[in-house]
C-alpha cells in the first residue's frame, strides 16, 4: 500500500518537476522572436502532438508557457520559438548552444490532426503572426502523412515583411503539390510585391467545400473575430473550427488561475478547443 502511494506521489510530481534538455541550435528570426531546437538529456522523445505546450525553466529566473512548433513527426529533438518580451524570454535569448534549459510537460489539449473527424478532409490553416508557431507542427504533422488528408490550404498575415516567420520552409511549403499558400502583410515596405490587408482578405481568395473542410486558426485576439465570422458565413461548421487560446497561459497546470475563464481552465481543457466548445462562454475568444 505504501509503495503504490509511493509511486502515485512521485507520478503528480512529474508535472512539476523540469526534467533538464540541451540546446543543440538556435538562430534569429525577427527583430523579437527566436528559433531553437533543443533535445532531452534522457534521450527520450518528448511525446507532445500538434498544439500542445511546455514549461520552459531557467534556474533563478523563472519558467514560461511555449509551445512547441515542430511534430512528433520529425524525430526526437523538438523546436520553440521564443518572442523577447521579459525577463526569461530576454535569457533564453542569450543562450548559445549547449546549454541546458528545464522543460516540464508536454501540456494541454491539441489540434486533432490524428483523428477519423480530420483524416480525409481538406484542412485551411489561417495564422496570423506568432500564431504560425504552434500551426507549424500541424502543419508539419500533415504534410509528413500526406495521403491522410484532402487539400491542403495555408493563409499567413504579419505586421511587415520583416516579421514574417519561417520564410524558407514556407516556400518550400508553397511549392508542395496540392498545397495552396496565401501572405498579406498589414503595411508594406519597398520590397513587398504581395497582398497588403489584414488576413480576411485572403479568404475569399481560395475555394473549398464547407462539408469537407476543417479549420485551424491561431493568432492573435482580435483576428479571431473577423476570421471566425468569415468561416461561418462560408458554411464551415463550428465544431469543425479549431482555435488556440494559449496567450492566456502560466503555470501549465492548473493551479495559478491565470488562464480561468468562467468554468474552463485553458492550460488543461486548452489551449485547443473546437469553436463550438468555446463559442458561448463570455470572454473566451
Not at 145 to 171: C, H, Q, S, W
Not at 186 to 213: K, M, N, S, Y
Amino acid at each position: 500500500m505504501i509503495t503504490e502511494e509511493v509511486g502515485e506521489r512521485d507520478k503528480c510530481l512529474d508535472i512539476f518537476r523540469p526534467e533538464p534538455a540541451t540546446l543543440l541550435r538556435c538562430r534569429q528570426m525577427t527583430r523579437l522572436e527566436k528559433w531553437f531546437q533543443f533535445r532531452l538529456d534522457s534521450g527520450r522523445a518528448l511525446g507532445h502532438m500538434p498544439g500542445q505546450f511546455v514549461e520552459v525553466a531557467l534556474a533563478g529566473i523563472g519558467e514560461a508557457p511555449i509551445s512547441v512548433c515542430s511534430s512528433p513527426t520529425r524525430g526526437d529533438t523538438f523546436e520553440l520559438v521564443v518572442r523577447k518580451v521579459g525577463n526569461l524570454t530576454s535569457a533564453l535569448h542569450e543562450l548559445e548552444p549547449g546549454e541546458k534549459v528545464g522543460i516540464r510537460g508536454p501540456f494541454g489539449s491539441h489540434f486533432p490532426v490524428e483523428t477519423e473527424a480530420v483524416k480525409g478532409r481538406n484542412i485551411l490553416f489561417i495564422c496570423g503572426g506568432i500564431g504560425l508557431v504552434p500551426v507549424r507542427s500541424a502543419i508539419q504533422y500533415v504534410l509528413d502523412n500526406r495521403g491522410d488528408y484532402g487539400r491542403i490550404m495555408i493563409l499567413f498575415g504579419a505586421k511587415t515583411p520583416a516579421d514574417r516567420l519561417f520564410v524558407e520552409e514556407m516556400a518550400e511549403w508553397q511549392g508542395t503539390e496540392d498545397v495552396t499558400l496565401l501572405e498579406t502583410v498589414d503595411r508594406r515596405d519597398a520590397h513587398w510585391t504581395g497582398v497588403e490587408g489584414v488576413i480576411t482578405t485572403l479568404i475569399p481568395c481560395i475555394r473549398f467545400d464547407a462539408q469537407e473542410t476543417v479549420a485551424i486558426v491561431c493568432g492573435p485576439p482580435i483576428m479571431y473575430r473577423f476570421v471566425i465570422l468569415e468561416l461561418l458565413e462560408r458554411k464551415l461548421l463550428p465544431e469543425n473550427i479549431y482555435v488556440s487560446l494559449e496567450r492566456r497561459m502560466r503555470c501549465g497546470v492548473g493551479k495559478c488561475g491565470h488562464c480561468q475563464v468562467n468554468g474552463i481552465y485553458v492550460c488543461q481543457d486548452g489551449p485547443v478547443f473546437s469553436f463550438a466548445q468555446v463559442k458561448d462562454v463570455e470572454e473566451a475568444l
